[in-house]
């Protein structure tokens, strides 16, 4: 996760029951007889903590000033389940915003906008051994890093 005192990348081990994927299974509710798209708050607001607890933890200090960041390339790479097949990582986009927005206040960056954070580019990673099993991994690069290669 850190090397030489500086984050390099954050993981987060996720379960289905966390996921709010793009493609159609995102939990609609209905409330009056319509429907809505709400009933996925909950999980955000749990990813959205997750993210925060994580990324406090994982800084030195443990403080949210100054931010780790001031601008960052940020790679997103989602593992999936012992034995997933095809996979499109981006579908993950619901899932990885309430992240973001998580180590946003955690202090990682200043905002999560486009003059701070590029990204994140999804790939997809290597299965993860244990079925059930998501692990988001957040691979972090200052963005001068990325304009001299």
Partial sequence: MSLNGEIK??????AKAQLIKDNGSRGIGVKYGRRYHDAEGERKAQLKQLAYFTGVNARPGRSVWPPVFDRVRVL??????????RADPGNLSHTVKPLI??????????????????????RRGPNNPKSGIWTVRFVFRDWEYWETK
């Fill in 9 to 14: 990348s954050i993981d987060f081990t996720l």
């Fill in 76 to 85: 997103c790479v989602v593992c999936y389940p012992k034995g997933v097949g």
């Fill in 101 to 122: 927005d998580g180590l946003t206040e955690a202090g990682y960056w200043p905002d999560d906008d486009s003059v701070h954070v590029q990204g994140p580019d999804y």
